[in-house]
Each structure stands twice: as C-alpha cells, then as structure tokens.
C-alpha cells in the first residue's frame, strides 16, 4: 500500500455519512482511486464466486467457446484470451473473461438492447454463484454512489434512478500462468481507463494492479484483506467536468517467481441506465470542470467498445 491508498471504513457511513463521502471524494480527487474496508458483502457470496470463476476457466477451450461473446461485443460471455486490447495499443492483453449481466423482467424496455447472459450448463452452480455477486456488488455500489453524491453536493439519492436499470456487468478474470514469457510489449492488462461510472473491485491472490498518478508516477495498488477497491470510470470523469477522474490503470507481468500462478479477479463495472444524458454537473462547472458534448451512455459505451476492439466500426 502507499500512502495514497489508506482504507476507508465502510462503518463509518453509518456513523458519519458526510465524513465518510468526505474521505471518498478526497482520494478520489487525488488519484481516481480508493480502497474500502470492512465492505458489507457476504464472504460466502465471495467464496462461491470464485470457486464457480475457477471452476469455468479450467473447462476445455471448446466448452468456454460455446460462450462466446463476441458477437454482441464481448458484453455478456465468454470473451478468450488475446482479444481484447487497451485503447491505443496494438498488442492483447494476456487475460480471458466472463461478463454477467443484470437479470431483466420480461417487460423490461431494455431488453431490446442488453442481451440476456447465457446459462453454463457444465459447471454447477456458476449461473447462482454470479448472479449472487452481481447482486451483491450493484447493491454496494449503488451505496457508494450516495456518498459520491454528497461530496459533490447533491442529493444522497440522485444516482439511484439513473444508474438502477444500468447495463452493469461483473467480470471474472482469469490471468494464466505465464509459464514462457509473453509476447514482447504485452502486459496482463495494458494501460487503460474504465469506460462506467464507478468499478468496484475485489483484491486479486495475486499482485499486479497499479494506477498512474497525475505525476506521472505508477502506484501499486495493494488492498488488504476483506477490502474492495473502487475507481472512478470514464462516465464518471465525463459527468463533473474531470474534478473526480477517471485514473490509468494496468496489471502489470508477474515477477518470474509468480509467473507459474494464475490470477483471478472480480471487478464489477457499474454503468448509467443506457437512456441516461451524461453532461457536466454545474456544481463542477463551478469548481473548473470542463464540459464534454452531452451523449447518452449507451451510445458513449458503444464509441468505447469500438477503440478497444470489442465492436468492430
């Protein structure tokens, strides 16, 4: 850990609600970043979910590939390792996914355009497993984004009908092992920012993760146990006029003594309701944010998952 990243209690919002977004609001203004402590998800919830994640990614190439997502941009499925890469960057990063998305009524106007996530037959209990941490994470992420408004002076309340229908999607990752060195240039995830409003991520087994610092510094990000680290994404930088950004991050190569280890982790991406205008608050305009044109999240995420290769042009 560095100094930048000292845990914030989740306790403390129902002790001090303004001291606790306070504290948020600060370390993300700092670095995009901030890692919360005590967090109210259940570890059964957690301990399913990566038995299920570890399970799947062990099933034969040809199982995972009747998962493929890639049709519908990698937005729900299996996505194989190699095909996705960092804005900007040439080479693939050295990772395989899975996105589950948010169950929706069979009324749902939304249907229309967030498909449905595909049931896996081979691995029992997967489809309960990642269901449950989906619930789990959108509720506390939910939570978070009370005290994300507070601290910028809003209503506790004025996410909540904007981002409860919202096209969020937990990923499992899966970093092999790199058990003969990688491509030259490739990372396990190269220099990227996150497209969403928020990303709530559970600590990996094993290291990787740094962001860059606006000095230009890289921060190794470093949790402690039973924590979550949460930054902020791209929607979120574009909606104050860049006062909280959207920080670069990446997971960097295993030293050579972990190489032979895998590393799983579990972030889930929190999004706008698809229909949601993103446009600069003036409360941040007023503190010297600048204003973006006015674009709706679906279509913004569309734009994104076009220059990371995940939607073709």
Known sequence: MTEYFTPIPFP???????????ALGRSFRETG??????????????????????AFFAQPEPVKL??????????????????????GKAEADQKEFWHTGR?????????????ETPAVAEVRDFDRATHAMYDAMDAFGRQLLKAVALHLKLDEDWFEDKVNVGNSILRLLHYPPQMNPPPAGSVRAGAHEDINVITLLLGAEEAGLQA?????KWLS?????????INCGDMLQRLTGGVLPSTTHRVINPSPERAKFPRFSTPFFLHFNQDFLIEALPGCLAEGGKAEPPITAEGYLLERLREIGLVKA
Request: charged share 20%; hydrophobic share 35%; aromatic share 8%.
């Open 103 to 115: 169950l929706l009524p069979a009324d749902s106007p939304y249907r229309a355009t967030m498909a």
């Open 221 to 229: 990000v470093s949790p402690p146990p039973d924590s979550l680290v």
């Open 66 to 87: 009747q998962y493929d997502g890639r049709e519908g941009g990698g937005q729900r499925g299996y996505t194989a390792f190699g095909v996705e890469n960092a804005k």
């Open 12 to 22: 403390l919002w129902s002790e001090d609600k303004q001291a606790f977004a306070d």
């Open 33 to 54: 970043f901030a890692v919360i402590s005590q967090h109210p998800i259940p570890q059964k919830v957690i301990q399913d979910n990566l038995a299920a994640t570890k």
């Open 212 to 216: 860059k610092h606006r000095s230009g």
